[in-house]
């Protein structure tokens, strides 16, 4: 088999490039299967079995499409919901939350979003406590203000009951003015740079807010209570959108960072894998998980089940011979 990925934006800060594009197209290699990148339609190999056309490209399907013929299949990385074209076969994503919103296509693969540079990361043990509870947020700076309200109190009250704590921030933009949701207690940002995987392991717990309680947007929908609906106050009133994913645990599973999921379907995967539930949405849930967590010993516990089920799990040869083989199977007459 052939492979083309086609990229109109080969920036190595974009994730949906990185992982999806040019660490997936090496693993290709990898396993046998040829595989180039092309930043230009013209440039496209004559002689291709497969396109894959990367988050800045998808828009180009038809043009791409009259490049390479009917029989090339044609599939598309992390495009929008609400995208349409017939000259797709098939769509790639990274969680069940996105399988389930590409309800448009037919064929739809989940490939985990795996950062390959941190494959090889000798796991943290985690062997004393400090005076301080290191916490650690990795990803993009909108995330932040999932923080508001309950992670936001957990980590006060934590910090005013227990002992400090101390948030490190590691994100695009160290500059975010970070308003909503920032909690009052120490705070370092960082940008991603080649210091990344110490700057990590110098923390005790990664923090992995996806969900936005609707309640902070709607604040009477507690009151619309009936039971004919199957409408309880003791329901949940969440919001994430349809591409969470897992990813940024993923990170901390690679480093040994023992994570506080928030209830995001994605999330619980290696969970329930693991059998080790660390998850949760008020404050209690995430002031009762803190808590269990200033305990290095269960840290360690944690931390080493998580990345021996990672490594095992979330290998990206064998989850790039099933997306293969999936592709294989795409009858696109």
Request: proline content about 2%; charged content about 30%; some cysteine.
């Amino acid at each position: 088999m052939k492979v083309n990925f086609f990229t109109l934006n080969d920036n190595e800060d974009s994730g949906s490039y990185r992982i999806w594009v040019r660490d997936l197209s090496k693993t290709l290699n990898e396993i046998k299967i040829e595989s180039r990148i092309k930043k230009r339609i013209e440039n496209i190999d004559k002689e291709l079995d497969v396109l894959i056309l990367c988050k800045s490209a998808y828009k180009y399907a038809k043009a791409c499409r009259d490049k390479v013929g009917k029989k090339v299949k044609i599939g598309a990385i992390n495009i929008d919901k609400n995208y349409r074209c017939r000259e797709i076969d098939f769509v790639i994503v990274g969680s069940p939350e996105e399988y389930a919103s590409m309800s448009n296509y037919q064929n739809v693969f989940i490939y985990p979003l795996i950062e390959r540079k941190f494959e090889n990361i000798n796991r943290k043990v985690h062997k004393s406590d400090s005076k301080f509870l290191k916490l650690c947020f990795h990803g993009h700076y909108p995330h932040l203000f999932k923080f508001e309200k309950y992670l936001r109190e957990a980590i006060e009250i934590y910090d005013r009951d227990v002992k400090s704590v101390e948030l490190n921030v590691i994100t695009g933009n160290e500059n975010f003015n970070w308003k909503v949701g920032k909690p009052n207690v120490k705070i370092n940002m960082f940008g991603y740079n080649d210091n990344i995987s110490d700057i990590i392991q110098q923390n005790d717990i990664g923090l992995v807010p996806n969900v936005t309680d609707v309640r902070l947007f709607a604040k009477g929908i507690e009151n619309v209570i009936s039971t004919d609906f199957g409408l309880y106050d003791t329901d949940y009133f969440m919001r994430y959108k349809n591409k969470t994913n897992a990813g940024r645990s993923y990170v901390f599973y690679q480093h040994g960072i023992p994570v506080i999921h928030d209830l995001s379907p994605s999330s619980f995967e290696l969970m329930k894998i693991t059998g080790h539930y660390v998850c949760a949405h008020d404050t209690n849930s995430w002031l009762r998980e803190l808590k269990k967590l200033s305990n290095y010993r269960v840290r360690e516990i944690v931390s080493e089940k998580y990345y021996s089920k990672f490594k095992e799990n979330y290998n990206p040869h064998s989850l790039a011979e099933d997306l293969i083989e999936k592709i294989r199977e795409i009858n696109n007459e």
